[in-house]
């Protein structure tokens, strides 16, 4: 009992608690560096962030390469990181580039270790949200990559979304930074610039809040500027929202954000065999009220007596989970159902799935 106090007066020393913030932050960083430590050995250029960020800042001026969309959105710390690696010779450009997504995919762990959230105000909380975040299902595509850091960023700002804002200065420009760079790096961030204003309006007499509000609402505008734009071109829109339909969107949610987490890849190949067999069977009306009812009675469970930011982690995972099936690429001549499968698409349900798992995680009374 002495030494168990003796320990929590030492981790209230304010030196020593970053000290511990610190330690705890490198060892959740080796576990995800030994996840696939080759790559950060033998690191790789991944698919388009060589074919199309790579290439387009090798043959164009560093300003244009930097502000340049692409596929349809901004990504702006692609862009960055593609030009931060043609400084160094050219063997080295996938080092550079493994690093920068390494970086992005550890900024959701060091803001739950320093930050003030209600959802986990103490140390053993702050670990289990980080096992939440290191162990939710990820996949080989969006892993260690700068195209697919935009799905980490997003989880950063939704777990933003639930901090309570800065104190002091710097951190508020460090937020407000974050924000900024999360919603300027694709489209999934600015997802989320509805709950923003719905927590701006709420607490009024927080004028950060208000402040965050607008940064992600300006990035989410100029996100939704590109994409209109690239939808004028030939089938692009035709192609991108193929085969939307209410029970194709709750049953590719429930089976990827609900169902995968808790029951891994073999039970989401299951429960995706089972939705495909109603809708084939002519049940989809049925299936798409059931699962509407289903996913409504999850969020209330978890919502339930629960604090404010416990609902923008609900809502937060719905919404991302929702709008991104609705913009999501299905293959050549297949609708969005085909996005039910657990092995398609991973990146997409990543940030959604650890969001609605650490609302699960919070509302376990842990005594």
């Known amino acids: 009992m002495q030494t168990r106090s003796a320990i929590r007066a030492f981790a209230r020393k304010p030196a020593a608690a970053q000290l511990a913030r610190g330690a705890i932050l490198a060892l959740a960083c080796a576990v995800m560096a030994l996840r696939a430590p080759l790559l950060l050995k033998q690191p790789r250029i991944w698919a388009e962030e060589g074919t199309v960020y790579l290439a387009y800042a090798y043959a164009n001026p560093a300003w244009k390469a930097l502000v340049a969309p692409h596929q349809g959105y901004y990504h702006l710390y692609a862009n960055l990181a593609t030009l931060v690696a043609l400084l160094a010779p050219m063997r080295q450009a996938a080092l550079i580039t493994t ?107 927080e004028p950060e809040t208000s402040t965050q509000a607008w940064v992600v609402v300006a990035g989410a505008m100029l996100q939704a500027g590109i994409a209109l734009a690239a939808l004028q071109t030939p089938d692009e829109g035709l192609v991108r929202f193929a085969g939307i339909t209410p029970a194709s969107l709750l049953a590719v949610t429930w089976n990827r954000i609900v169902v995968v987490p808790l029951a891994s890849m073999r039970g989401g190949r299951a429960m995706a065999a089972l939705l495909l067999s109603l809708r084939d069977a002519g049940h989809g009306a049925a299936l798409g009220c059931a699962l509407l009812v289903t996913l409504a009675a999850l969020g209330l469970f978890l919502c339930w007596r629960r604090p404010t930011e416990q609902r923008y982690l609900v809502l937060g995972a719905y919404l991302i989970a929702l709008l991104a099936t609705v913009s999501a690429l299905a293959g050549p001549g297949e609708t969005k159902w085909s996005l039910v499968h657990p092995g398609t698409a991973i990146r997409y349900y990543y940030a959604p799935a650890t969001l609605l798992m650490l609302a699960l995680a919070m509302r376990i009374t842990w005594q």
């Open 99 to 205: 690093w920068f997504s390494f970086a992005a995919q550890a900024l959701p762990l060091a803001v739950v270790l320093w930050g003030r959230s209600r959802l986990w105000p103490s140390l053993p909380l702050k670990l289990l949200a980080l096992a939440v975040i290191l162990l939710t299902p990820s996949s080989g595509e969006g892993w260690l990559n700068t195209i697919n850091s935009q799905f980490y960023l997003a989880l950063t700002a939704a777990l933003l979304l639930v901090e309570e804002p800065p104190r002091d200065p710097l951190g508020r420009w460090l937020y407000r930074g974050i924000l900024g760079l999360a919603v300027l790096s694709g489209p999934v961030a600015a997802f989320l610039a509805p709950l923003f204003v719905v927590r701006a309006w709420t607490r009024r007499d």
